[in-house]
């Protein structure tokens, strides 16, 4: 079997499976399985989307989010990109028995990745007219002549021009799912992996318009419908990669987690600040990124990275250059800091309800420099807020720009194919279920290494549970979907 997989990055699970109008999902949903599907923790698109294709926990690829400290010191920080990913995916376990793979927008992507097949690098690319953002390099030029200008991401999506954010975010979608068709139909494949990071875009930008409970919504606006145009132009294009299949193929439609809406920012780092627990030399004038601060390292305990969530960092002796916890305490103080955290307060005074949590707690293994804490702030309703010179300890905007959602942890999926046992809602899948799914509706052996299970582990394929005229009906709609010639 070939297997395709159709990633929308953010999709919310109320929202891909509860729209009625958008017949080709519909139609996979009737003919196979879906539900909400778990993240991890951080549900964040990096290292989310390679968790899905390696089945392994942040702690286990040591990635924890976009950035990541490189060594202990203070200023050591990188961004990831596709070399920060040394465990293998599911297109390096096929390669292994000669399969093909074709990757398209899956982050971190750049610089390409050397695979078996052909690899289209993601948002996290500098420059496609001037970079090479494939392997082979050939294929960007392929790809070039093809469209002309290949973009990767909506540069300056956090904007207050809401008209051109959304033409932009379409023109960007209609382009990249223009070259998944051309890839699909002209190039040799076994395993077909493609990302369109315009959702993620459309949430961030219009979830206001959308969502009645935002704090910020407004209902009159013109972009109320925005949301929702989104997943129906989705819905199309997912009908015209439909039409190129055979039924010899599974489709997995999958999100790497979910959205909702934003009640406001912590400022994290002006709260560390303001209990002592990170000390400045100097206070600035105005608001300042935590990078510049002027830190007094020899009196500081913790700091906090933000962002959708706050990585928390302490400063330990023997560890950090100036460090002032002593191992010994490190237990005691973590405890502490807990319970500071679980007891933070809105801008009313009412519990957030954050949640925290000890990647050695969470994860199988912790590699590389790991947070000592990750936080969620409100459960994600809150996102952190890392610079310092803030009035108040809660903002409604964020740091970088207008933005109208955070993500959730339950994104979703819909699993189709000819051999797939499972029909209906599923409850209990989650992100790390994927890959070993995949492997096996695809007919190869499921790696030890592998963290999740397999949906259909204990099912049988052959054994499908459907009775003569059902299974009839169910090969009509497969011949529908072109599964079936």
């Known amino acids: 079997m070939k297997i395709l997989v159709l990633g929308l990055d953010c999709a919310a699970p109320e929202l891909l499976l509860g729209y009625e109008d958008l017949p080709n999902i519909r139609r996979l949903m009737e003919v196979g ?7 991890v923790i951080p549900p964040i698109t990096v290292p989310a989307w390679m968790c899905l294709s390696t089945s392994q926990d942040p702690g286990s690829l040591g990635v924890y989010g976009f950035r990541n400290r490189t060594d202990h010191s203070y200023s050591g920080l990188g961004i990831a990109s596709s070399r920060s990913i040394t465990e293998p995916a599911i297109w390096d376990y096929l390669a292994r028995e000669g399969k093909k793979s074709i990757i398209v927008g899956v982050p971190p992507g750049y610089p390409p990745r050397k695979i078996n ?5 993601c948002f996290l690319t500098p420059d496609t007219d001037k970079n090479v953002f494939t392997h082979p390099p050939e294929v ?4 070039r002549q093809l469209v002309g200008h290949y973009p990767v991401d909506a540069a300056g999506f956090r904007t207050e021009d809401k ?10 979608s209609r382009t990249q799912f223009q070259v998944v068709r051309h890839l ?36 009159n606006s013109p972009y109320r419908s925005t949301v929702h145009d989104y997943y129906r132009h989705l819905d199309v294009e997912i009908g015209k990669v439909l039409e190129l299949l055979t039924d010899d193929t599974v489709v997995l439609l999958v999100s790497d987690h979910g959205a909702q809406r934003l009640d406001g920012g912590f400022c994290v780092n002006e709260w560390l600040v303001r209990e002592g627990l990170l000390v400045l030399k100097s206070y600035p004038k105005e608001v300042t990124p935590f990078a510049k601060l002027d830190v007094d390292w020899e009196k500081t305990r913790v700091w906090s990275e933000g962002g959708y969530y706050a990585r928390v960092f302490f400063n330990v002796k023997g560890r950090e250059p100036n460090g002032t916890i002593e191992p010994a305490e490190y237990d005691s103080f973590f405890e502490t800091m807990r319970q500071k955290f679980e007891a933070t307060v809105d801008r009313d005074g009412k519990p957030l309800g954050t949640l925290v949590f000890r990647p050695e707690q969470i994860y199988k293994k912790v590699k590389n420099v ?11 309703y809150w996102r952190s807020i890392g610079g310092v010179g803030y009035p108040t300890i809660h903002v409604l905007e964020n740091d970088t720009g207008p933005d109208d959602c955070n993500h959730a942890q339950f994104g979703a999926f819909v699993l189709a194919s000819s051999n797939n046992p499972l029909r209906g809602e599923i409850e209990g899948a989650r992100l790390l279920d994927i890959a070993p799914t995949l492997m096996e509706l695809g007919g190869y052996e499921i790696p030890e290494a592998m963290q999740g299970r397999s949906l259909v582990a204990g099912t049988s394929a052959s054994d499908s549970g459907y009775a003569p005229d059902e299974e009839t009906t169910i090969r009509d709609r497969l011949s529908g979907l072109g599964y079936i010639g």
């Open 117 to 121: 097949g052909i690899a289209v690098s």
């Open 140 to 143: 960007s030029d392929e790809i």
């Open 370 to 380: 790991a947070p000592d804490m990750i936080v969620h702030f409100g459960a994600l």
């Open 33 to 39: 399985c879906y539900g909400r599907l778990e993240s």
């Open 184 to 219: 699909i139909e002209n190039k040799e494949w076994d395993y077909f992996h493609f990302v369109d990071i315009g959702l993620d875009r459309i949430h961030h930008g219009f979830w206001k318009y959308h969502d009645p409970q935002h704090v910020l919504h407004e209902p």
């Open 163 to 172: 008209a051109w954010l959304r033409d932009a975010i379409l023109a960007m």
